[in-house]
């Protein structure tokens, strides 16, 4: 979703001068010259320095409403040029005082003052009472019941679960869905009240902080002001990509924005970056689940608690929000998202002492929050293994603990760390037992080439890495593991990539060696190095 944004140019000094910071949350830009270079330039370079962006970096911003010495827009940061994304946007207001713009951001202390101080016919009133609603400390919250964005009876394809605004894999939040297919008509998740920040962008702001975003439309049927109903027309998809980024395919970059923080929670002079994940959204029928990275996720039908994943068919059946009935999990019901170490302790510092594979059920014992973050989540799971960082599980919340699961203490602690020693003691003189240290093959095949013996190596290459000795046709060769090197094309049979790794610490090519793999494949069950 998103599109390199057309060029945004070029501010000249000798028109507009800045000093930024000189009220609370506001750019100060001279105005020597023309309206709009002016404002912005000031809009931008608050917007960026509230994003904690260089000051020039690429910004798009538009002026809605111009009233008297007042100015009303919006103003978006563009995704990465290379990223699939939306971007996020904000409004703004700006007031002309003598040679000087003032601006503020939504959400923000100024905004609220300069708010009190504009024309009434300044921001459309629709846009004015949700303003004075989100930027309020107290003011709504909980959240709307959402509908999937398309026309009931209708099912579209899932093309990219959750991932974030700039379309990057492993940011966090995690905020946006990629739909298509159907008839191509973008519905309103919810009611609300429409902004247009830049070109094939929708957003609806519903207050209470939360807002959705329709983007890659190259046909927009809403206006900024408009009020919208649930299921009203906003839009078709498309690859369009006006506010930055790319798309490839026609879709919706469909996003969830929650703009948990109120006033002050950052300082007055920071705009509302979103701040929650969408993992544990519920949205017509279904629930949201995070996946390890951007676009791994699923959607969960939360009638039946089957999983619908990257390509899979999303059925509007015209449910808003869960359809009175909420997901529910049991501790039976907790799974891996992705592989995962299980650690001795609730840290990535602590030792590895089990992988899982991705599904694998959990029975989770307690849980606990520690500084060692992962992702986005610092709440760490108790397992009979070891330790899973939450953030890999299908918890609700990924940085909160889970009602119905019980916190860690001391004594489960002392009781698991015991159980755990016991385990790993276990497990280790299995595994000696059971494992042998090296696998004996053979010399093959050399004399048929020419040159009968086999050149050890110090490295998988014969070209970079020294000869440290040979062995003749038909020796044993004891093997540790495999790995890639050098390719290596005999006169008789397949090429290989697969060096193994000998006892001695030496390395010869797997063409001449009886093993199983064939081709550059390697051989189970030696182990890769």
């Not at 978006?76 to 503020?104: D, K, M, N, Y």
């Not at 949205?283 to 996946?291: K, L, M, N, Q, T």
């Not at 001795?344 to 849980?367: E, F, K, M, R, W």
């Not at 095949?445 to 046709?473: H, I, N, V």
Request: charged share 15%; hydrophobic share 35%; proline share 5%.
């Amino acid at each position: 979703m998103s599109r390199r944004v057309g060029r945004y140019c070029c501010f000249v000094y000798a028109i507009a001068v800045l000093a930024v910071g000189a009220l609370d949350g506001t750019a100060v830009g001279r105005m020597t010259g023309g309206r709009s270079q002016p404002v912005q330039r000031a809009v931008q370079t608050l917007l960026n320095r509230s994003a904690g962006r260089p000051a020039r970096a690429r910004a798009v911003i538009s002026v809605i409403r111009r009233v008297g010495a007042w100015d009303f827009g919006v103003a978006e940061i563009p995704p990465p040029r290379r990223s699939e994304g939306a971007g996020v946007a904000t409004s703004f207001l700006a007031q002309l005082r003598g040679r000087h713009w003032r601006v503020a951001l939504q959400d923000t202390n100024a905004f609220i003052a300069l708010l009190g101080r504009a024309p009434a016919t300044l921001v459309p009133a629709s846009i004015l009472k949700l303003d004075q609603a989100s930027t309020l400390p107290g003011g709504a919250g909980g959240g709307p019941e959402f509908s999937l964005p398309w026309t009931p009876g209708q099912s579209w394809t899932l093309i990219q679960g959750p991932h974030n605004t700039d379309g990057s894999a492993y940011g966090h939040p995690f905020t946006s869905l990629d739909f298509s297919g159907g008839d191509g008509v973008l519905r309103a998740a919810a009611d609300g009240v429409v902004y247009r920040p830049c070109a094939n962008l929708v957003l609806v702001d519903h207050g209470g902080g939360w807002e959705t975003g329709y983007y890659h439309m190259p046909s927009i049927s809403v206006t900024t002001g408009q009020f919208v109903h649930r299921g009203d027309v906003i839009g078709r998809i498309g690859t369009a990509v006006g506010c930055g980024g790319y798309a490839v395919g026609a879709h919706v970059h469909f996003s969830i924005y929650h703009f948990s923080t109120t006033v002050g929670t950052h300082g007055a002079g920071v705009w509302h970056i979103p701040a929650a994940d969408i993992d544990g959204q519920v949205i017509g029928g279904y629930v949201i689940h995070d996946g390890a990275r951007g676009g791994q996720g699923c959607l969960q039908l939360i009638s039946d608690g089957s999983e619908h994943c990257d390509g899979a068919a999303i059925a509007n059946a015209g449910i808003v929000g869960g359809g009175g009935k909420q997901p529910t999990l049991h501790p039976g019901d907790y799974y891996t998202l992705a592989p995962v170490s299980v650690y001795s302790q609730a840290s990535t510092s602590s030792s590895i002492v089990a992988q899982l594979g991705a599904d694998s059920p959990l029975g989770i014992i307690c849980q606990v929050r520690n500084s060692n973050v992962v992702g986005n989540s610092s709440i760490w799971d108790s397992v009979s293994a070891g330790w899973v960082p939450d953030y890999y599980v299908n918890t609700p919340m990924d940085n909160a603990f889970t009602l119905g699961l019980p916190v860690c203490n001391e004594t489960v602690e002392r009781e698991k760390a015991e159980r755990e020693r016991a385990e790993r003691e276990k497990r280790e003189r299995e595994e000696k037992e059971a494992k042998p240290s090296f696998f004996v093959h053979h010399v093959y095949g050399t004399c048929a080439d020419g040159a009968c013996g086999l050149k050890e190596r110090a490295g998988p290459g014969y070209s970079a890495y020294a000869q440290t000795g040979s062995l003749a046709e038909g020796a044993e060769v004891d093997i540790v593991c495999q790995t890639h090197g050098e390719l290596v094309t005999p006169n008789h049979g397949t090429a290989s990539t697969v060096w193994d790794k000998l006892t001695n610490g030496a390395y010869v090519t797997d063409v001449y060696v009886d093993t199983p793999g064939v081709g550059g494949a390697f051989s189970s069950p030696i182990p890769q190095c």
